[in-house]
């Protein structure tokens, strides 16, 4: 599975963003997907998750009730829907694929990444 990660921008505190990943290869309708992200001198972490079929997701605790992940297996993509961001929230935003079909909290389980689509949220 190779992925492309785009939609990052400059953003006002307070504004959205969507984020998209196009997956090519036919194991993307298999795998759960995941969106991670890595600020400035910070570890990358897991924000979002989405089972294979859409039907399951998991967020981090920070971006619940702000972010919704989405797929469209159809299409091979992948979207993370950013809303009230915070300058918080300004980090390289990376797409990736799970060994698994359903949503993993364990970056292990991740084993093809997109390159990162930086978001800058200014306050």
């Known amino acids: 599975v190779q992925l492309q990660a785009f939609g990052g921008g400059l953003v006002q505190a307070g504004g959205s963003l969507r984020l998209s990943c196009v997956a090519s290869?036919?194991?993307?309708?298999?795998?759960?997907m995941g969106w991670f992200r890595q600020a400035p001198g910070k570890e990358r972490e897991l924000v979002a998750t989405i089972g294979w079929n859409g039907g399951n997701t998991w967020y981090i605790d920070s971006v619940k009730g702000r972010f919704t992940i989405s797929r469209d297996n159809a299409k091979n993509a992948v979207y993370l829907q950013m809303n009230s961001l915070k300058p918080e929230d300004t980090a390289a935003y990376y797409c990736a694929a799970s060994i698994r079909a359903v949503p993993s909290g364990s970056p292990r389980d991740y084993r093809h990444w997109g390159q990162g689509t930086l978001v800058t949220v200014s306050s």
């Open positions: 290869g036919r194991m993307f309708s298999n795998n759960a």
